[in-house]
């Protein structure tokens, strides 16, 4: 029997807190049966409704100001990243991550030295990196995919090479200047815990600059960003818990900074062996009045959509979410909504036939819509509104745009 044929209550775990340990945590959302994969999509609708699902329970630690799942599961680890963070293709990333890399090889003269990434991907950061200062790089990702000749362009450059592995420290000879991880730490269940290790590899060689990127909880936080929260991400980074797990784990933090318009966070620190700064009480007392407020917030939107969605069953009216990405699969899970949405439309060709994780509904393309006539689209993505409306009014439909 497979997880999604039987209910079962939502696990309420009394997880300490994985950065600084404290257990003075205050609960802040709780959503049970979840994707354990939201970017994965089935070819089949009984596939996408046995997903494997888990619970996500919110926590905030008072002490340090992290929030991570208290109910995450790291049995789910096996992490297939065929995910992909359609980010990364956006001209506007891209260009972000080359000032970024400039930054960093500028601050901390890295020129002719060694570069260690976890979780380099395909490389592409790395790459920049080692092209702008002459240097050798060495990726760590079980995911990496040898391209070989065709593309050989991280290869044909001499100085990179891929371990396709978790990092550990069994790679701890490698020679290293700079360490650097760009969202790998909010996948990590124990992040403390990877920083320790970090921590005993570096050793004596204190000179090595670590540098993280993670996404900035504030952002989330402040722009309501419920649809934000996904199995995936066992923790919630602020600036304060990300200088906590610095600090903890015997790194000294050069500075952390908010960046790509506060959607991400940077650190960087170098080993040090005086005790941990503690954790500055004013920034854990700010967001300690912000998250109540996006908890509060958090559940008056999901009762106002159930409430919808049930209106919209009652009238037996027909409503399509409008973006099948990680929002879409997350509103469509949180909100149980199968019995009422039957489809999700997506403009990506390569997504058209798939099925949502967990939820179930087929992805159709736009034009499936003149047959299936809608009365409502539920909009995923405020920004494409206009867009939206147009392609509606083209296919002569008249359904109202509702935005979630
Ligand atoms: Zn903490």
Known sequence: MNKSERPRPTQIVSAPCTVCGSADIFDLITVGDMPVYCNLLWPSKEGALAAARGDISMGFCRHCSHIFNRAFDPGFLEYTQDYENSLHFSPRFQSYANRLARRLVEQYDLHGKDIVEIGS????????LCELGGNRGVGFDPSYVDEGAENGRPKSLG???FVRDYYSEKYADYPADFICSRHVLEHIPQPAQFLNLLRRVVGQRQQIVLFFEVPNVLYTVRQLGIWDIIYEHPSYFSPSSLATAFEQSGFHVLETNETFGGQFLTAEGQATDDAPAPPRV???NQ??????????????????????LAQIARQGQRAVVWGAGSKGVT??????SQDVIEYAVDINPRKKGMFISGSGQEIVPPVFLQSYRPDFVILMNP???????????ALGLA?????A
């Open 331 to 336: 509103f469509m899970n949180t909100l149980k």
């Open 121 to 128: 991907g395909q490389g592409d950061f790395l790459a920049m």
């Open 383 to 393: 920004n494409y509104e206009k867009e939206i409306g147009g392609k509606l009014e």
């Open 399 to 403: 359904a109202e745009i509702l935005k």
């Open 282 to 284: 004013e920034n854990v």
């Open 287 to 308: 967001l300690v009045q912000d998250v109540a407020v996006f908890a509060r917030n958090y559940r008056n939107k999901v009762s106002f959509w159930q409430e919808r």
């Open 159 to 161: 100085s990179i090479s």
